[in-house]
């Protein structure tokens, strides 16, 4: 149970997530908000070799192209599913601080009302859009009807016929949370395709495959759709654990690199108690402990600094109160002095212990790339040099690969450009 808290360009990817993926003995899962010269071209032929790679790049982030699309709604055929799923959209949106206020938790019920209504009858998530487009129209609330789902019903009637300002209101932050879906290229990756292979959870928990989660972070981004499938793969492989004896075998690795800016899973700490003893190991990368802070609140970010087994804190730590407490982690020594005092009678020497810190806060904010430190669950705190992937011997394959994967990602960009200035001049 991993959390690294590590400042951009500290080594996290070479020197953490890059070599995990690498020696990952069973399936493995990334999200990133990049793609040229990381994670991914980095390891993407090597993982080819051992199992399938699946890539969800709805905004074209590594310009990958459509062959697979994956069932959103696969797990929002129950209310609380369906909750869960909205929860993502919310979470993709506002932080923990705002997301409990009253419009935030309307537009939540709402999402997740509409959510139940498509998935109970097999509808695709593109008819969420069309009824939140219209909030007269009652075939979602049919729809709950006819499903047994009359409680939902209810609720979603009584928020449409209430007074209009409210309701106008409610569905409109539920169309920003969900606007990310309005890009026809996007919703294509979560909308069945009897053309294409349809990516399954469970199956995935049991493989030795890859799947490559890529989304831009900011406004607009396709961050909830990433948080989303995440969640569905961790839950997925916690029920195949428990299905085949309490434990993965092997375990599945879940890299969620930028954990805070395109995967925001909201109850993550609660996960993190129970993930790690069903064979499912997280690593949760972060810039800083305030960017979690911010994410999951200060009660979320402390559950989940003191679920995780193993912790890692690298170079670029500028909170000085974050500093200050692994500082007193680290603990004290003594340190002796020497004091030598001039009189008439001559020179005298005395000698005194003093208590100081064995790493000051100022040290720890001057760590060098490259070192870390590691606070593991039984251990003291350990002063670490990480290796990157690039001076290890198998760097011989692994560069030429990440340069091909590199290149064709540009040329695929390349031809984009080519084809939509072609459009334009055609037009």
């Known amino acids: 149970m991993i959390v690294a808290i590590m400042a951009p360009r500290s080594g996290k990817t070479s020197g953490l ?41 709805p905004q074209q982030i590594a310009h990958h192209p459509r062959e697979m699309w994956w069932d959103i709604l696969a797990d929002a055929r129950d209310l609380a599913g369906a909750k869960r799923l909205a929860g993502h959209f919310v979470a993709a949106s506002v932080d923990e601080s705002s997301g409990s206020d009253f419009w935030s938790t309307a537009a939540s019920n709402t999402l997740g009302a509409l959510f139940l209504a498509a ?20 075939t979602p609330v049919d729809l709950l009807i006819d499903a047994g789902h009359d409680a939902v019903a209810a609720q979603l009637q009584g928020t449409v016929s209430g007074a ?12 920003q949370y969900a606007s990310c879906l309005l890009d026809p290229e996007v919703a294509a990756w979560v909308t069945p395709n009897r053309d294409l292979p349809e990516f399954k959870p469970l199956a995935f928990a049991t ?19 990433i948080a989303a499938a995440a969640d569905a793969v961790m839950r997925a492989a916690v029920i195949v654990a428990e299905r085949s004896g309490g434990r993965l075998d092997p375990p599945a690795l879940c890299v969620l690199d930028e954990a805070a800016n395109v995967c925001r899973i909201s109850d993550l700490p609660d996960l993190y108690s129970h993930l790690g003893s ?41 909170d000085a109160d974050f500093a200050d407490r692994l500082s007193r982690q680290v603990g004290d020594h003594d340190v002796q ?28 904010r001057a760590l060098p790339k490259g070192k870390v430190l590691l606070l593991a669950t039984g251990l003291r705190i350990a002063m670490l040099s990480i290796r990157p992937w690039y001076k290890e011997p198998s ?33």
């Not at 001039?342 to 000698?351: A, D, H």
């Not at 560069?399 to 031809?415: D, F, N, V, Y």
């Open 164 to 175: 209009t300002e409210t309701r106008d209101g409610i569905y409109e932050t539920a169309r």
């Open 119 to 138: 998935a109970s009858h097999r509808r695709p998530i593109t008819d969420v859009l069309a009824w939140l487009a219209s909030p007269a129209d009652r």
């Open 17 to 57: 997530a890059i070599p995990a993926i690498l020696s990952a003995p069973g399936p493995v899962l990334l999200t990133s908000n990049k793609a040229a010269n990381d994670a991914f071209t980095a390891t993407v032929d090597a993982r080819a070799e051992v199992g399938t790679v699946w890539a969800l790049d």
């Open 395 to 427: 760097a011989k394959v692994i560069g030429p690969a990440s340069a091909r994967a590199t290149k064709a990602i540009t040329e695929r960009a390349l031809a984009k450009t080519v084809g939509h200035d072609d459009l334009g001049l055609s037009a």
């Open 337 to 364: 002095t020497v004091s030598v005092s001039t009189s008439e009678g001559g020179k005298s020497t005395s000698v005194s212990m003093r208590t100081e810190r064995i790493l000051p806060p100022d040290a720890i």
């Open 278 to 318: 069903r064979g499912v190991i997280p690593m949760t990368i972060l810039q800083s402990y305030r960017q979690g802070q911010r994410c999951w609140g200060e009660a979320g970010m402390d559950a989940l600094w003191s679920a995780a087994t193993v912790k890692i804190v690298g170079s670029g730590i500028d």
């Open 207 to 225: 493989s030795r495959d890859t799947l490559y989660l890529l989304s831009k972070d900011g406004g607009g981004s396709a961050s909830a759709i």
